[in-house]
């Protein structure tokens, strides 16, 4: 191997080459290699799909030493071990179903100095014997595979990533790098916080997903809209997340009931099970994916066609992670999100379960998800500029607000006034539901004990549906023309508001749809 200062861009380049058989490198992936290869600590965000496991696999090649990366699931380091031994390169990993004989040979293997990656899950590599083990050994750097979990800010925060710390105490001279595919700001600087960086740079490749066609509809009839979209993909590959293991499996029995070749994916199967519908699902034995968020992490499917979310995702960063199994191979795939405020209160009521700092973490990207929902603004600006980045096309061409199938109200201005007007006669100190009664003209007891039914906005709205004007409001709220305050979701109007209410700006406010038509719900989850 050669020494690291020697290391240039073309032995970079050459050992992909040999290795990998790839022709050239992906955005960001040589810089991410070189700071790996400098020793330089660095934090490194690409999206699903970008080519994160390279960054550090390369590089682990090019320097002396053994490389030491930290995993988060079983399942996805014995997948990279396996695709690390077919390119020729000797890898493992220690985890609780190998033998003690294959232990020892691995043992054997690292102080001979022939092992080139080892991987582990966090709780294993900071238990005190191996970082005794690994002291004794020729580390030479670490990486951090799903870094987000360590940082409280993330969505997905796991407290044994909270001690990772302890590798830049225990290592003072080896390099710590840290991947993962979603992070803000926010949640990148407490990264390397979190992990006591030093100096570290920052990678951050590029949000958007331009061939990813995104789509919301309210959620109405759930399986004639899943079937609207598999009857546009005939044979090719779909995913379809739920929230609820009874969701994916009535789902799965009613797809293939229609004829549809799907199969179900959750925590509740069996190892067996589980393993034998995600290889009929890459192996296109099956079209179909039934799935939990149990279902994705690591799974290398590149012609995925559509991403359809019969349930709702917990927070836009895991909205950004699931729809980004669609089009790894960077051909066009639909993701269709299926909306409904019902989710919403289901999600919040699991996080309430949560620590306080991640409670009010988990509930910003679940608010920041119910924005990018009901907002009517092309879906990829949005997406992007909660990771902190700009579009630069002005329009995407590949949203449904864009391609203009969302339909839009006429007169937007005057119906936004209507409503705000009514907020503000309410006295700003009520949600959505009862200022929508008020518009609506509802004899709800509520409205008539405050007299509501007295104010001159009283009714504006009769000819529309509760519903309806409910997602309006839910739209204005999201545009910023309300703000949503304390617990009980008390709507006040902002500044963008006063500015619609003087006729300076138009919101953007859709068309009542299929789902208000067809009354409420007819299914939940
Ligand atoms: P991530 O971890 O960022 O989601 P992976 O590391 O799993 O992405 O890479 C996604 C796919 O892209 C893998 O099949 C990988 O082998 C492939 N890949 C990575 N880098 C390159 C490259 N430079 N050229 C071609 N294919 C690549």
């Known amino acids: 191997m050669e020494s690291t200062s020697l290391v240039t861009h073309e032995q970079l380049l050459s050992t992909m080459q040999q290795y990998w058989g790839y022709e050239g490198f992906r955005p960001l992936q040589q810089e991410a290699m070189q700071a790996v290869l400098d020793d330089r600590d660095s934090v490194v965000v ?3 799909g970008g080519g994160k496991s390279l960054c550090y696999q390369v590089p682990a090649l090019c320097k002396p030493g053994l490389a030491v990366v930290a995993s988060p699931l079983i399942s996805l380091m014995k997948d990279q071990v396996d695709a690390l031994t077919a390119c020729g390169i000797q890898a493992a990993c220690i985890n609780s179903t190998i033998t003690a004989d294959e232990r020892r040979q691995i043992a054997a293997d690292i102080r001979s100095g022939s092992m080139r990656v080892l ?10 014997r191996m970082l005794d083990f690994l002291a004794g050994a020729d580390v ?19 407290p044994e990533y ?6 830049k105490e225990s290592f003072p001279g080896v390099g710590v790098h840290a991947y993962t595919a979603t992070a803000t700001e926010t949640v990148r600087l407490d990264i390397a916080q979190q992990l006591g960086l030093v100096d570290p740079e920052f990678l951050v490749g590029s949000f958007d997903r331009p061939n990813l066609n995104y789509r919301i509809l309210r959620r109405a009839d759930r399986l004639a809209q899943i079937q609207e979209v598999i009857a546009r993909h005939p044979n090719e590959s779909g995913i379809v997340y739920c929230i609820r293991r009874a969701d994916v499996e009535a789902i799965a029995e009613q797809l293939n009931a229609a004829g549809v070749k799907a199969l179900p994916y959750h925590a509740g199967l069996s190892d067996v099970q589980r393993q034998q519908h995600q290889e009929a699902f890459i192996q296109e034995r099956t079209d179909v994916i039934v799935a939990t968020v149990a279902f994705g992490m690591g799974i290398d499917k590149s012609n995925v066609r559509y991403v359809i979310h019969a349930g709702m995702p917990k927070s836009l960063e895991s909205y950004q992670q699931e729809s980004g199994r669609g089009g790894r191979d960077g051909l066009e795939a639909e993701c269709v999100l299926l909306y409904s405020s019902g989710d919403l209160v ?29 907002g009517a603004e092309c879906r990829h600006r949005m997406l992007v500029s909660y990771f902190g980045q700009e579009l630069e096309a002005e329009e995407c061409e590949a949203c449904d607000v864009c391609l203009g199938t969302v339909e839009l109200v006429e007169d937007g201005t005057v119906l936004g006034q209507k409503i705000l007007s009514s907020i503000l006669r309410t006295g700003e100190r009520f949600g959505a539901d009862h200022n929508a009664k008020v518009l609506c003209g509802s004899r709800d007891k509520r409205v008539l004990e405050f007299d509501h039914d007295k104010l001159s906005t009283y009714g504006l709205l009769q ?15 999201g545009q910023r023309y309300l703000a949503k305050t304390g617990e009980y979701n008390v709507l006040k109007v902002t500044e963008a508001g006063r500015e619609l209410l003087r006729g300076e700006v138009t919101p953007k406010l859709t068309k009542p749809d299929i789902a208000d038509k067809a009354g409420p719900e007819k299914s939940s989850g």
């Open 346 to 374: 289901t999600w919040k009521r699991m996080l309430g379960d949560l620590p306080d700092a991640a409670q009010q973490a988990a509930m910003r990207s679940l608010d920041a998800l119910d924005h990018f929902c009901t």
């Open 162 to 167: 909270r001690m990772m710390k302890t590798l």
């Open 140 to 158: 030479s750097f670490f990486a951090i595979d799903e870094s987000h979990c360590i940082s409280e800010w993330g969505h997905d925060f796991r």
């Open 46 to 48: 690409m999206p699903t």
């Open 119 to 128: 991987y582990l899950a966090p709780e294993r590599l900071l238990s005190e």
């Open 463 to 477: 000819n529309e549906s509760i519903r309806s004007v409910r997602m309006w409001i839910e739209q204005l709220a």
